[in-house]
């Protein structure tokens, strides 16, 4: 069943929707118009051990002071690649850095966006490839597992298991994971000999920040794949069921299922409910909103992600230079997508 | 004159039920499959097509395989490749070594107990649940902390022949392809071929025996040559399983969730032809182009199995027996 165009009654109830954040529309736009409501969504941080960051000699003020200067593009992805390499070279950790082990979209679609590229044209709604944006973020990926060899070149694959253990353990200094991980490792036993990590724990020996800028002069930026609400074109009383939606996505639900999910919410106005504040890392994590990023919303897209992951593979294991592996995904995408494929160089 | 009717009507009756669900199951998708694949049908047209369904307005074309035939998809010919051999190496295991396997536990191993332990043991991968089985699988060849490599370690394999990651390494991951489905599909040959071998009259045996035949010549020139009809059963099923199956494929190399499973497999070159299929329409929601490729495989396999009847001489095997078995 279609999505009913939802842009008339969120004209209509301008007044109720005033504190849904401004970029979360960008994730229900195609071709210009809305067609649903943000149910929730969460954000892709940079997950790093303070403890291992202690171990090189970095002071307190210094640990606690990295989100805010990689907020403000102060320290990019090449300082932490530096860092991640003398940890690795000082025999504290195994490993600098790992993503996630399938597209899952975090870091490559950041890495994209941060340099430069675009997905999808606002006007047509065809995907689009930016040739420069993409080449520079498989570069970096082969600089990290290739050259500067901070990040596992068979990282995709890898079980989650060993993702997790790994970080939790302490056996991996940077994490490109998500929001929600904070609550997993709460909740599954991924440390050896404490099992489920206590918060505290958590507080002591990680921290978060957005995903650094790759290079200087570029952003941070996170991710973001919020859950939807819509209307279907079939439905018999189309602004009643709107205005379920638009209950459901209430503050205090907001902060309810935000809280209880592990998520972040999609109001402005949840973040200073009571319930909310009460969560700490709710509220040390809310301001990546601002900085969120989605990916596009078209059919098409999965012929896309296959033939990047395809070229993200090889060019970790080496198996392919990034030009090549950038080649191979060009006329992969010709192919498959076609018209639907606008290429920028 | 009714009762002639009534004793004719009879089988059809009795045999109704079995015709209807084959009518359901097996025919109509096949239709369906073969009327999809000469329509353009995506999730753009979807809507449009269900309310057209088999109406002139639906757009009939031979596009789908001009694509497959005709160079227009990048990856078909790599995808044929890994096909051919999966099917082929995965075959020789379900058919071949479970024969060996059959031959070794029904008829070499004398202890009826330690006979049927041997044949229950090849049969766990079978009844344990595909998902159940590919988490042990994909924790079984984890690097860090799977015990595969350090078995392979102790047996004296070099540390340098051993791949860093069993789901990417080429041709470490057809390998595990072709060992996880050898490993289920050999115990269904094996049950087969098992029963045919048991109802062998020992009678044949011990006289080949008495005569002075080996094991190894019992196996050979009494055994096998009465097991033309298992084998050619065997072979044409597990071909036919084999050209469909991708499950197991999918589970193992899609573990991680996420999307881009598809990608991945092309990476770890195990992309098989069903699942290219598979992913073209659930991936990507190009339906009519995935029932064209799953066409091909219909095509493949009616081909294959004519082959098998003239390789084991079908008409031959229609012949009344000589002996029993």
């Known amino acids: 069943m279609r999505g009913l165009r939802t842009s008339s009654y969120i004209a209509k109830y301008k007044d109720?929707?005033?504190?849904?954040?401004?970029?979360?529309?960008?994730?229900?736009?195609?071709?210009?118009?809305?067609?649903?409501?943000?149910?929730?969504?969460?954000?892709?941080?940079?997950?790093?051990?303070?403890?291992?960051?202690?171990?090189?000699?970095?002071?307190?003020?210094?640990?606690?002071?990295?989100?805010?200067?990689?907020?403000?593009?102060?320290?990019?992805?090449?300082?932490?690649?530096?860092?991640?390499?003398?940890?690795?070279?000082?025999?504290?950790?195994?490993?600098?850095?790992?993503?996630?082990?399938?597209?899952?979209?975090?870091?490559?679609?950041?890495?994209?966006?941060?340099?430069?590229?675009?997905?999808?044209?606002?006007?047509?709604?065809?995907?689009?490839?930016?040739?420069?944006?993409?080449?520079?973020?498989?570069?970096?990926?082969?600089?990290?597992?290739?050259?500067?060899?901070?990040?596992?070149?068979?990282?995709?694959?890898?079980?989650?298991?060993?993702?997790?253990?790994?970080?939790?353990?302490?056996?991996?200094?940077?994490?490109?994971?998500?929001?929600?991980?904070?609550?997993?490792?709460?909740?599954?036993?991924?440390?050896?000999?404490?099992?489920?990590?206590?918060?505290?724990?958590?507080?002591?020996?990680?921290?978060?920040?957005?995903?650094?800028?790759?290079?200087?002069?570029?952003?941070?930026?996170?991710?973001?794949?919020?859950?939807?609400?819509?209307?279907?074109?079939?439905?018999?009383?189309?602004?009643?069921?709107?205005?379920?939606?638009?209950?459901?996505?209430?503050?205090?639900?907001?902060?309810?299922?935000?809280?209880?999910?592990?998520?972040?919410?999609?109001?402005?106005?949840?973040?200073?409910?009571?319930?909310?504040?009460?969560?700490?890392?709710?509220?040390?994590?809310?301001?990546?909103?601002?900085?969120?990023?989605?990916?596009?919303?078209?059919?098409?897209?999965?012929?896309?992600?296959?033939?990047?992951?395809?070229?993200?593979?090889?060019?970790?294991?080496?198996?392919?230079?990034?030009?090549?592996?950038?080649?191979?995904?060009?006329?992969?995408?010709?192919?498959?997508?076609?018209?639907?494929?606008?290429?920028?160089? | 004159m009714a009762k002639g009717l009534g004793r004719k009507a009879l089988p059809w009756l009795f045999l109704a039920p079995m015709l209807a669900l084959i009518a359901l199951s097996w025919i109509a998708p096949l239709f369906l499959t073969v009327y999809l694949g000469f329509t353009d049908l995506s999730i753009k047209n979807f809507l449009a097509f269900i309310r057209n369904f088999f109406t002139e307005k639906v757009h009939i074309t031979i596009d789908n395989f001009r694509r497959v035939f005709m160079g227009g998809d990048p990856y078909i010919s790599e995808v044929f490749k890994v096909t051919l051999l999966y099917v082929g190496s995965v075959l020789l295991i379900n058919a071949g070594y479970s024969l060996l396997l059959s031959i070794s536990i029904a008829y070499l191993v004398r202890n009826e107990i330690l006979s049927m332990i041997l044949r229950v043991s090849w049969l766990i991968p079978r009844i344990t649940p595909g998902i159940i089985y590919a988490l042990v699988w994909n924790w079984f060849i984890d690097p860090k902390y799977g015990l595969l490599n350090p078995m392979l370690s102790a047996i004296g394999v070099p540390k340098a022949w051993l791949p860093s990651s069993w789901l990417l390494d080429k041709p470490y991951s057809q390998i595990l392809m072709i060992v996880v489905n050898g490993y289920i599909g050999a115990s269904f040959g094996m049950i087969v071929y098992t029963a045919a071998i048991k109802s062998i009259p020992p009678d044949l045996i011990n006289a080949a025996l008495v005569d002075g035949a080996s094991d190894f010549q019992v196996a050979r020139n009494v055994i096998i040559p009465l097991l033309r009809w298992p084998m050619l059963f065997v072979t044409a099923w597990q071909t036919l399983s084999l050209l469909a199956s991708y499950d197991v494929i999918l589970m193992i190399w899609g573990s991680g969730g996420g999307g881009g499973y598809a990608g991945i497999a092309r990476a770890a070159g195990v992309m098989v032809w069903s699942l290219y299929s598979y992913s073209k329409a659930f991936s990507e929601y190009m339906y009519g182009y995935a029932s064209a490729i799953s066409l091909v495989l219909v095509v493949i396999g009616i081909v294959l199995i004519v082959v098998y009847f003239k390789l084991f001489g079908f008409r031959r095997l229609m012949e009344p027996s000589r002996v029993e078995v």
């Open chain 1, 16 to 345: 109720l929707l005033q504190d849904v954040y401004p970029v979360l529309w960008n994730s229900v736009k195609y071709k210009g118009k809305i067609w649903a409501l943000p149910q929730d969504t969460e954000a892709r941080p940079l997950y790093f051990r303070k403890d291992v960051l202690r171990k090189l000699g970095w002071s307190e003020d210094e640990i606690n002071a990295l989100p805010e200067k990689i907020r403000s593009g102060e320290v990019t992805m090449l300082d932490l690649i530096k860092v991640a390499k003398e940890a690795v070279s000082k025999g504290l950790v195994q490993w600098g850095f790992y993503h996630r082990p399938n597209f899952g979209a975090q870091p490559f679609v950041i890495f994209y966006y941060q340099y430069g590229g675009i997905l999808q044209d606002p006007d047509t709604g065809k995907l689009v490839l930016v040739k420069s944006a993409m080449l520079k973020s498989l570069e970096l990926l082969y600089k990290m597992a290739q050259v500067d060899k901070v990040l596992p070149p068979e990282m995709i694959g890898t079980s989650w298991r060993q993702i997790h253990s790994d970080f939790v353990n302490g056996r991996v200094l940077f994490w490109l994971g998500g929001t929600w991980h904070w609550a997993e490792w709460q909740r599954v036993a991924y440390h050896e000999t404490l099992g489920k990590l206590p918060e505290d724990y958590e507080w002591k020996n990680m921290g978060f920040a957005l995903v650094p800028a790759p290079e200087p002069g570029l952003k941070p930026l996170t991710l973001s794949s919020p859950y939807l609400y819509y209307v279907t074109s079939q439905s018999k009383y189309p602004e009643l069921a709107f205005l379920l939606i638009l209950l459901a996505t209430s503050t205090p639900l907001d902060a309810k299922h935000a809280v209880d999910s592990a998520h972040l919410p999609v109001r402005m106005t949840t973040v200073d409910h009571p319930y909310y504040t009460e969560s700490r890392f709710h509220t040390e994590v809310a301001y990546m909103l601002k900085y969120t990023t989605f990916e596009p919303l078209h059919p098409k897209f999965s012929a896309y992600k296959d033939a990047w992951i395809a070229a993200i593979t090889k060019v970790e294991k080496g198996e392919l230079t990034p030009d090549k592996a950038l080649d191979e995904m060009v006329s992969v995408l010709k192919s498959e997508i076609g018209d639907e494929l606008i290429i920028k160089e």
